[in-house]
C-alpha cells in the first residue's frame, strides 16, 4: 500500500517473475498491432506520442478525445496476464490498454481515467514491462497535498482504486535519459450499458 490522501494505491513491484517479464515483454513488443492514434486536442489533430492496442470483451468499446475503438479479441498469452493481475488485485476486468513507449520521447500525460463507462470508482490496474519509467501523481484540488512518484520496473503492478482517478491525476513524463522501450497494460472493468 502506498499512503495517499483520497487515494487508494497498491504496489507489488514483483508481480510477475523477471523471466516471465521479460518473455512477455518479447511476445507483445512483436505480436502486437500497434497503432498510433490521433486525437482532438484543441481543436486539432495531434498523434499521440507512444502506440496503442486495445482488447477486451466483444462490447468494451474504448472511447477519449474523439476516438472509439472496437476491442481486439483476447489472446491467450493477455487472459493469462488478466488472471494473474485479478488475482493480487482481487478485481476483475474486461478490458486492457496496451501502450508502447518507444523511447524517452514518448509519455503519457496529464489526466485521469476518470470516463464515466468505468464507473464511479474505478479500479485500474497497471502493469510494466521493459524499461522502469517514472510515474507521477498529483492531486487535483489541493494543492497542499504532495504529489506522489513511483518508479514502475518490468513486472511490476499498481493498483489505483478508490478516489485515485476522481481526485487525482496521473502522468507519464517524458526522459532525456536513453532508454530502452517500456509496455504498459491498464486492465479495466466497463460497466454494461443498455444494450
Ligand atoms: O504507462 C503508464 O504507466 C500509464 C498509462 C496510463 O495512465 C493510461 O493508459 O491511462
Ligand atoms: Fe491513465
Same mark, same amino acid.
Given at each position: 500500500?502506498?499512503p495517499?490522501?483520497?487515494?487508494?494505491? +497498491?504496489?507489488?513491484?514483483?508481480?510477475?517473475?523477471?523471466?516471465?517479464?521479460?518473455?512477455?515483454?518479447?511476445?507483445?513488443?512483436?505480436?502486437?498491432?500497434?497503432?498510433q492514434?490521433?486525437?482532438?486536442?484543441f481543436g486539432?489533430?495531434?498523434?499521440?506520442?507512444?502506440?496503442?492496442?486495445w482488447y477486451?470483451?466483444?462490447?468494451?468499446? $474504448?472511447? $477519449?478525445?474523439?476516438l472509439? &475503438?472496437?476491442?481486439?479479441?483476447w489472446?491467450?498469452? &493477455?487472459?493469462?496476464?488478466?488472471?494473474?493481475?485479478? +488475482?493480487?488485485s482481487?478485481?476483475?476486468?474486461?478490458?486492457?490498454?496496451?501502450?508502447? $513507449?518507444?523511447n524517452?520521447s514518448?509519455?503519457n500525460?496529464?489526466?485521469?481515467?476518470?470516463?464515466?463507462?468505468?464507473?464511479?470508482?474505478?479500479?485500474?490496474?497497471?502493469?510494466?514491462?521493459g524499461?522502469?519509467?517514472?510515474?507521477?501523481?498529483?492531486?487535483? $484540488?489541493?494543492?497542499?497535498?504532495?504529489?506522489i512518484?513511483?518508479?514502475?520496473?518490468?513486472?511490476?503492478l499498481?493498483?489505483?482504486?478508490?478516489?485515485?482517478q476522481?481526485?487525482?491525476?496521473?502522468? &507519464?513524463p517524458?526522459?532525456a535519459?536513453?532508454?530502452?522501450?517500456r509496455?504498459?497494460?491498464?486492465?479495466?472493468?466497463?460497466l454494461?450499458?443498455?444494450?
Amino acid at each position: 500500500m502506498i499512503p495517499a490522501q483520497d487515494a487508494q494505491l +497498491q504496489f507489488w513491484s514483483e508481480a510477475l517473475t523477471p523471466t516471465d517479464s521479460e518473455q512477455c515483454f518479447n511476445d507483445l513488443i512483436a505480436s502486437t498491432p500497434w497503432r498510433q492514434d490521433k486525437i482532438q486536442l484543441f481543436g486539432r489533430r495531434i498523434a499521440i506520442p507512444r502506440l496503442q492496442a486495445w482488447y477486451g470483451d466483444t462490447h468494451c468499446h $474504448y472511447s $477519449y478525445s474523439g476516438l472509439n &475503438l472496437a476491442p481486439l479479441p483476447w489472446t491467450p498469452q &493477455l487472459l493469462q496476464l488478466k488472471t494473474r493481475v485479478e +488475482q493480487l488485485s482481487q478485481h476483475t476486468f474486461n478490458c486492457v490498454l496496451l501502450n508502447l $513507449y518507444r523511447n524517452g520521447s514518448d509519455s503519457n500525460g496529464w489526466h485521469s481515467d476518470d470516463e464515466p463507462e468505468l464507473g464511479e470508482q474505478p479500479v485500474i490496474a497497471s502493469l510494466s514491462l521493459g524499461e522502469t519509467r517514472r510515474f507521477k501523481l498529483r492531486h487535483k $484540488y489541493n494543492k497542499a497535498i504532495k504529489g506522489i512518484t513511483i518508479n514502475l520496473n518490468s513486472g511490476s503492478l499498481l493498483v489505483m482504486s478508490g478516489h485515485s482517478q476522481s481526485h487525482w491525476q496521473h502522468c &507519464l513524463p517524458k526522459t532525456a535519459r536513453q532508454i530502452e522501450p517500456r509496455i504498459n497494460l491498464t486492465f479495466r472493468n466497463i460497466l454494461h450499458g443498455p444494450n
